[in-house]
């Protein structure tokens, strides 16, 4: 499997990323995002974490410009499976490719901890390893995750099983840290192959680092 990891001006995530998708045995390159085409065989692209322009203007406004997004907005539009985390999140929801928009946390500061996720959807490629119901504990670590979408665009998620991960507790009740509408950390697209969540799997691959719980999510992608 070959993953391609798009990385930006303030992008922190990407070696975390390559890191564990190497540890997962696949081959993962780095790609910087004024080429204008992925590399030759790509089976999945990752827009990882950070903070893309320095999140002028707003978190991921600047990103979606880059030379890089018309190649991966065809490879979305084809078929291709793409995951957004955190500020990838934020990028697919500017490019349009996810419904919805992101707003600053409720409480108005940056986030960074652990925090319970509840399994809602796994008849997918990403969640696929997991059970629905099943509760993970994934770190977060944002400003701006408060994810928002109007009534009718929530209740099209949920008849669409759209909605894959939400914010809970230790025992599963929802614990929502930065008001998110419907306690929302992740959701994919009506076809199931484009994927967002706030929280970092990429981050939790260590037990010695506190959870191992997202291996299970990134190795959902390969074959």
Same mark, same amino acid.
Request: hydrophobic letters at 40%; charged letters at 15%.
């Given at each position: 499997?070959?993953?391609?990891?798009? &990385?930006?001006?303030?992008?922190?995530?990407?070696?975390?990323?390559?890191?564990?998708?190497?540890?997962?045995?696949?081959?993962?390159?780095?790609?910087?995002?004024?080429?204008?085409?992925?590399?030759?065989?790509?089976?999945?692209?990752?827009?990882?974490?950070?903070?893309?322009?320095?999140?002028?203007?707003?978190?991921?406004?600047?990103?979606?410009?880059?030379?890089?997004?018309?190649? &991966?907005?065809?490879?979305?539009?084809?078929?291709?499976?793409? *995951?957004?985390?955190?500020?990838?999140?934020?990028?697919?929801?500017?490019?349009?490719? *996810?419904?919805?928009?992101?707003?600053?946390?409720?409480?108005?500061?940056?986030?960074?901890?652990?925090?319970?996720?509840? &399994?809602?959807?796994?008849?997918?490629?990403? *969640?696929?390893?997991?059970?629905?119901?099943?509760?993970?504990?994934?770190?977060?670590?944002?400003?701006?995750?408060?994810?928002?979408?109007?009534?009718?665009?929530?209740?099209?998620?949920?008849?669409?099983?759209?909605?894959?991960?939400?914010?809970?507790?230790?025992?599963?009740?929802? *614990?929502?840290?930065?008001?998110?509408?419907?306690?929302?950390?992740?959701?994919?697209?009506?076809?199931?192959?484009?994927?967002?969540?706030?929280?970092?799997?990429?981050?939790?691959?260590?037990?010695?680092?506190?959870?191992?719980?997202?291996?299970?999510?990134?190795?959902?992608? &390969?074959?």
């Amino acid at each position: 499997m070959k993953v391609a990891i798009i &990385v930006f001006p303030g992008t922190n995530c990407e070696i975390d990323t390559q890191y564990a998708y190497t540890k997962l045995g696949q081959e993962a390159l780095l790609v910087w995002h004024k080429e204008k085409s992925l590399p030759d065989g790509v089976d999945l692209v990752v827009l990882p974490g950070g903070f893309s322009y320095g999140d002028y203007l707003r978190s991921a406004a600047i990103a979606k410009f880059s030379p890089i997004m018309e190649a &991966v907005t065809s490879y979305a539009k084809s078929g291709g499976y793409v *995951l957004g985390i955190c500020n990838g999140f934020q990028m697919l929801l500017e490019m349009g490719l *996810l419904p919805g928009a992101m707003k600053r946390n409720l409480n108005v500061h940056f986030i960074s901890k652990y925090h319970h996720l509840k &399994v809602e959807s796994n008849d997918n490629q990403f *969640l696929r390893h997991l059970k629905v119901g099943q509760i993970v504990n994934i770190p977060i670590a944002h400003g701006e995750g408060n994810y928002f979408i109007d009534e009718d665009g929530l209740q099209e998620l949920k008849s669409n099983n759209q909605i894959i991960l939400t914010y809970c507790d230790a025992s599963g009740s929802a *614990l929502n840290p930065n008001g998110s509408v419907g306690n929302i950390a992740g959701i994919c697209n009506i076809n199931k192959n484009v994927f967002g969540l706030m929280p970092h799997p990429e981050r939790a691959i260590e037990t010695v680092l506190g959870s191992n719980d997202g291996l299970a999510m990134l190795e959902g992608f &390969v074959a």
